[in-house]
């Protein structure tokens, strides 16, 4: 990913916190056929390595666990964006030389990627994975609400995926390249958003 200096984000806790909050993440490797990419849902165990470990599943169905990977996995989560008119920039009024941009997070997680079958592993993943997504519901659905029989079928159908992070690449393009007036105004704008993900982008503008 390019990552001109001012976007460039290096706080691992800021980091983990936009891998935890994208919930859909896409997992691409390069194999002998080509690149393959899944939307799925990661979770971060950030006590495992030095800079955490990603676990998910894929279909059994799905070809991209069956090709060797040549090299590291990549995964890919997107934090909160918003569009940014130049409307909001000092120098419409002034000259005119101004163009719209796109402010964003992003972060790039790279690794060797794992592809397991084992049951037991397979459960703990989808247990974890679940606990995370209905803890803040009222009323929790857990794995163990389902028959164990009715789990054991599901749990054949998939393959689990771990990815030790190795190497991260995060940027945070948030109008840092802009004056201290036009930061203000894109951070005005956007609070004003009826777009929750527009709202949540415009709060990482620097003062």
Wanted: hydrophobic share 40%; net charge negative; aromatic share 8%.
């Amino acid at each position: 990913m390019y990552i001109p200096p001012a976007f460039r984000e290096t706080d691992l806790p800021f980091i983990h916190e936009t891998m935890r909050a994208a919930g859909l993440a896409n997992l691409v490797t390069a194999t002998a056929n080509g690149l393959a990419c899944t939307p799925l849902p990661l979770f971060l165990d950030a006590d495992e390595g030095e800079m955490g470990t990603l676990y998910g599943h894929v279909a059994k169905a799905n070809p991209q666990w069956k090709e060797p990977p040549v090299g590291e996995a990549l995964a890919t989560f997107m934090g909160p964006d918003a569009y940014v008119t130049p409307s909001w920039y000092e120098g419409k009024s002034r000259d005119g030389k101004v163009v719209p941009t796109w402010n964003y997070v992003a972060v790039h997680a790279y690794g060797p990627v794992e592809f397991f079958e084992d049951a037991d592993r397979l459960l703990a993943v989808v247990t974890r994975l679940t606990n995370l997504h209905e803890a803040s519901r009222p009323q929790p659905w857990a794995v163990g609400d389902a028959p164990p029989e009715f789990i054991q079928a599901q749990l054949r159908g998939i393959v689990g995926v771990r990815l030790p992070i190795t190497r991260i690449d995060a940027k945070r393009k948030m109008s840092q390249n802009r004056n201290a007036e036009d930061r203000a105004n894109v951070k005005e704008g956007l609070a004003g958003s009826a777009d929750a993900r527009e709202r949540q982008a415009g709060a990482l503008i620097p003062e």
